[in-house]
Each structure stands twice: as structure tokens, then as C-alpha cells.
């Protein structure tokens, strides 16, 4: 269950982009709006668990959105504010509200970043590198300690560009998220069944697939896992779907602190739930008044809508991750 | 569970087509293949269900096809024999084995069909309109006495052209099957919940709503059920998938009698195996060699693949179909 509780448990950092997004949707428009993956998936793991931020922005990032940040107890010590634009991206969708078209895309003062982990956070036990240049992710791997669980993302654009470097951040990471398209990209297959062979050959221990309006599939070394979406009337806008998709994921582990197959199907309808909620609005503006209620009801009905007959319990309790 | 004997329950009637079927796919090619959305249909539920199928096929139509069928015991003396040339479909499927491309269709005898639903038929309690032209789905309803379930299925090229038919059918069932793309089109909508909404509004008690390699919804007046698909390493041929779904889901009801919630739900896992075992092979060879064991072991695997967390149990036998 969440809790209000986030102290329990314990913290998860995030590197990623914070991002002034320009999004067009068949159901309205925003400029120069809230976003990037750091930002999403450190909101969605701030309801499980107190969270962190690695990240760059510019002069000209508004100061209430840190602000926003603050006020969730998100620590952002390790955001790095520099002389210049902030990263933009200009994205529309269409009809089919799956697949986001990029018109634009400004890296600003993204171009000369290098992460600096604080002091602080190199004891950080769980992880999550969010879609950045794989090399930055590893420049982070390579500032921590031990961490116990680390998490990627990783998109179609460095697949194609920096497929070595995307194959050695898997290499050291437990998880991975990708979409469909990116996996089988990634894998040169059709079938996720074997994409997510082919991914847990590089390292992780878990390969998860994210299917946008069709949710997820979580591979471990014996089983996989079918986690419905929640079928929505509307959809506003998809930006962060996946971002807040792993955010809640690594937040619900974060908080709970444990890595059998049981708790990580848990964890991944939880991130499926705040997916849920971020794509009912634009930018973080349902996550801003999302209640941990509204994360518990929602919970109870993906268990509703998933439920068709009792299962006799299989090895649950199996740890799924060990790390040396 | 699906069980050896089917004589416990009701009978299944299939209307739809017998088909000659061209099929290339990136795994290999069939020529003159047996096909056709009646034969997949009744196939299916003659797992679970005495069948009985009401189709036209031309002289040429291979007489060991027909001696198939009578070997699972499947009832066709509603298959009218005629001159002239079977009904022919040429497809292909490209690597996105979600989307099947025609090529040509021969409509041969079939353009001159009128359904004559034997006597000995007209007491059937369970019926699938399995696609055809929807005036010719009307004049089976025409023929019956009074069928306890009437399930529906359809395609764009009916929605496109006869779309009042297709209504006037939707007005006449208790669940319709659709996929995710006819959905949107006849409802005019990208939302799969109001799409529906507005079949529903039409007359079916319940829509499923099919989306491939991404499973099925069903609606029912107050909940929605997210059915998984089972995750193939390899897809062979996705021809007939839908249709297999619709008759393994009828078999299970009819064998059963039940319409409950719950049994609904449970019927649609048993068509989604059904499906998965289909696309298994080319044309119907997969369900020639399958077994009632194999289908137990398959449904058992989609209650693993798609547990999470013990439910609590809500009102699953309320009965969600009610005809006068």
C-alpha cells in the first residue's frame, strides 16, 4: 500500500532532463511548460519515498517549478543551475495519442553537461537513470558506491547513435524499461518475447516493456508479467507517461525495500497507476493534485480489472535481483 | 475448465464464412489453405461445444476440409455446396503482424449467398455472427426461435459501406466482438471506453474490444475486464486469431451456460488461449494437433502472467445478460 509515510523505506535517485516542454495534443496546447524525465519520474517516486535529483537547467528555469519540487521534500541539491537557455522540446501528438511526434528540440544548456553527484547521494541504494545521453548515465554509475538496484530508460535516438554505450549502461543496471518500438529496435526482432531475452543478455536481471495504452510486460528470468493499462475515456497528454511510469515503479521498491517477483509485479501496477493519472492532464498538473487515496483506489482496480479466477500462489517471495 | 466431454452443455451456431486462403507472412507462405471466419469459429468452440455451421462453399472446396470438421464432430449439413468457385483471400502480413494486408478478395460463390438455417438448428441457443455481410447476419436472426446469447462480429469494410446493417445487427446482440481499429471507426472516437460506451448504447450487453498482440477489454454495465494476450516468441500466422478468440470465448459459454460476469471473464481467457494457439502455425494446422490439455495448461498460465495481488472478491456472479 502507499503510505504518507515516505520515511520508512528508503531513497531513490533520479538523473534525467528537467525540460520547458511545448506540447500540442487533439485535446489542447501548452508553452513552455513543466516537464523532462527527471522531473516526472522524481514526482511519481516522491509519493512511495523521499527522492533526489541529478540535473541540469538554465537561468531561465522558473523558480517556482523548483519550488514545486521543494514543496514534495524532493531534494535537489544535485540539480545544477548554469548560465543560459534551459532544454526545450517542442512535441505534438495526433489522434493516435501512442506515438509523440518531435518537431523541436533545443539542448541548450544540456549541450555541456556533466553530472556531479553530491556527496550526499553516492550512498544511494536505489537508482533510476531516466533517458539521457548514456555516457552521462554512466559518468553517474561511476560517482556511486553500491547502489542496490539501478534502473534505465533510454530512447530510440541513442539506440541508433550510441548503441554500444546504451548496451554498457545495461550491462550494469538490474531493470530496464524501453518501449515497444525501442526494444525491438534495439534487439532487431518483432517479438518482445525475445527482445526481452536479448535485453536480459546484456545484464538486467528484468527487462520491462512498456506498451503505452496497452501497458506493460515485465520479464524475469522464469516468468513474465502482463500489467494492464487502465483504460482512460480521455487521454490529455502522454508526455511523462513513462517516466512517471518508472518513477512510481522504483518509488513503490524504494519505500517497500524488497525484490521478489511478487513486490516487482506490485511495483509495476503502482507505476502503471500514476502513469495513469499523469496522462489526464498536461504537464505534471494531475500529479500536483493526485492524493495518495486517489494511488490506493486506483491500485484496487487494476486488481479488478485484471481479476478473472484464483491463482495458486507460485514462488512469489523468490528474489529476482542479487547483486553482488 | 475446458473438459473432454461436450455433450454437458449447449450447442454452438457458426455463421460466417468457408474460405480458400492465400496467406504470406514473414515466416512462410500457404496457398489454397483452409480459412474462412466460420471455420476458425467453430473450430474453436468445438473444444468445448457441439457445433454446427451454416456457410457456402463452391464444388472445388477440398472434400478432406469437410471430412475435418466432421471428425471434431462439428454439425454441416447448414453448408450449402454449389457450383461455382469457393471464396478466395489473398493477405499478406509484414513485419507488424498486428496488421493484415488484403490483396485480393474473390467473392465466387459467396456473392450470391442467402443463409438457410436448417431446421434442426433453429432451437440453437448460442450464436456467432462471425463476419460477413451484416443483411446476411439479419436473415439468420430471421431463421431463429430464440436464442439465449447472440454475439456479433464485424469489419471496416461493413462499417464503411452498411454501416445502418450493422447497427440494426448491434441492436439485435447481447456482446459484439470488434478490434480496437473497427471500434474507433464505427464510433468515431480514439477513446476505447467511450467507442464502448456507444457500441453498448447500440444493444450489446457487453463489448469486447480485441487489440492483438495486446489482448482484449470487455465492458460490461459496470466494470471493465483487461484480458492479457499471451506473449509468443514467434507468431507464425495471425489469420483467423480473432476468430479463433470469438469461438473458443462462445464454446465456453455454451458449454458452461453461464452468464455471469465471471464467466464471461473466464470465457474470454479461454478465447485469447484459443487465439494464442492459432497463430501458432498456418491456416488451422495448430488446432488440428491441439489438445484439451494443452488449452488447461495455457489458461492456467494466463492466471500466472497476469496475478499481482489477492482480490477481493466482488459481485462476479451477477448475471450481465438478460433477454426476455
Redesign the interface.
Known amino acids: 500500500m502507499a503510505s504518507q509515510e515516505t520515511n520508512g523505506g528508503c531513497s531513490v535517485l533520479t538523473v534525467g532532463s528537467f525540460a520547458l516542454d511545448n506540447v500540442k495534443t487533439?485535446l489542447g496546447e501548452v508553452v513552455d511548460a513543466l516537464g523532462g524525465a527527471a522531473v516526472y519520474s522524481a514526482v511519481a517516486a516522491s509519493f512511495f519515498s523521499p527522492a533526489m535529483i541529478v540535473a541540469v537547467a538554465g537561468e531561465d528555469f522558473p523558480p517556482e517549478h523548483l519550488k514545486f519540487l521543494e514543496d514534495r521534500r524532493i531534494d535537489i541539491k544535485g540539480v545544477q543551475i548554469v548560465p543560459g537557455k534551459s532544454f526545450r522540446w517542442w512535441g505534438s501528438y495526433e489522434?493516435?495519442?501512442n506515438q509523440a511526434h518531435t518537431l523541436r528540440t533545443e539542448l541548450n544548456v544540456f549541450s555541456d553537461f556533466h553530472p556531479v553527484v553530491p556527496e550526499s547521494y553516492r550512498d544511494a541504494q536505489y537508482v533510476f537513470l531516466a533517458n539521457i545521453d548514456p555516457d552521462l548515465q554512466l559518468e553517474v554509475l561511476d560517482q556511486l558506491h553500491n547502489p542496490k538496484l539501478v534502473v534505465c530508460d533510454t530512447m530510440n535516438f541513442w539506440i541508433e547513435g550510441k548503441r554500444d554505450s546504451v548496451i554498457k549502461v545495461l550491462e550494469r543496471s538490474d531493470i530496464s524499461f524501453m518501449n515497444d518500438a525501442e526494444a525491438r529496435q534495439l534487439c532487431g526482432t518483432?517479438?518482445?518475447?525475445?527482445a526481452a531475452e536479448t535485453i536480459r543478455s546484456f545484464g538486467p536481471s528484468v527487462a520491462i516493456i512498456k506498451?503505452g495504452?496497452?501497458?506493460a510486460?515485465m520479464f524475469t528470468e522464469c516468468?513474465?508479467?502482463?500489467?494492464?493499462?487502465y483504460?482512460?475515456?480521455?487521454?490529455k497528454d502522454p508526455t511523462g507517461a513513462g517516466d512517471s511510469f518508472a518513477g512510481g515503479f522504483i518509488g513503490y521498491l524504494a519505500h517497500t525495500d524488497e525484490l521478489s517477483e511478487?513486490n516487482l509485479?506490485?511495483a509495476?501496477?503502482y507505476g502503471s497507476a500514476l502513469a495513469s493519472f499523469n496522462v489526464e492532464d498536461f504537464s505534471l498538473e494531475r500529479m500536483r493534485r493526485l492524493t495518495q487515496r486517489e494511488i490506493s483506489d486506483r491500485y484496487e482496480e487494476f486488481?479488478?480489472?485484471?481479476?478473472?479466477?484464483e491463482?495458486e500462489m507460485?514462488d512469489h517471495d523468490h528474489v529476482v535481483i542479487r547483486r553482488g
Not at 518483432?190 to 525475445?194: G, I, N, Q, R
Open positions: 487533439p489522434y493516435d495519442l518483432s517479438s518482445l518475447v525475445k506498451k495504452e496497452h501497458g510486460l516468468t513474465h508479467f502482463a500489467a494492464p493499462a483504460p482512460l475515456a480521455e487521454v511478487r509485479r506490485k509495476t501496477v486488481k479488478r480489472i485484471s481479476y478473472f479466477e491463482t507460485f
